[in-house]
């Protein structure tokens, strides 16, 4: 089994910039797709990101993409979401999550793929 845990939510003002990481245990990182997921009071968990095994490949939901960058350290088993230009609507509870696979394939975006979740990190946007 394997562990994944977040960090690095917070309270940021319009514009500015977080970086969350995702540090797994458990298991050999690698060999997993990684991706982050984020729910907004009163919505559903909705997908932002995704990473093939060797970060090869990325994915991004269109409400983050040319903001946000997804990224891995296999040799630290960490992974990362750097989010910039963050708006208000970006606030959630974000997820890191794990798949037992080593490439994206077509389900990357959904929920029931994956595995292993960790806790969540808050992030607020908000002036």
């Known amino acids: 089994q394997v562990q994944v845990a977040e960090s690095g939510g917070g309270l940021v003002q319009p514009g500015g910039s977080l970086r969350l990481s995702c540090a797994a245990s458990?298991?050999?990182?690698?060999?997993?797709?990684m991706g982050w997921f984020r729910q907004a009071p009163g919505k559903e968990r909705e997908f932002v990101a995704a990473?093939?095994?060797?970060?090869?490949?990325?994915a991004y939901a269109d409400s983050v993409k040319g903001r946000f960058t997804i990224s891995r350290d296999n040799a630290k088993k960490t992974g990362y979401l750097q989010m910039n230009s963050l708006k208000p609507e970006d606030t959630a509870v974000y997820y890191c999550a794990a798949d037992r696979s080593a490439l994206l394939g077509p389900d990357y975006a959904r929920r029931s793929r994956y595995d292993y979740w960790g806790q969540g990190t808050q992030v607020t946007v908000s002036s």
């Open positions: 990473v093939s095994w060797n970060g090869g490949n990325t």
């Open positions: 458990g298991s050999i990182f690698s060999n997993y797709v």
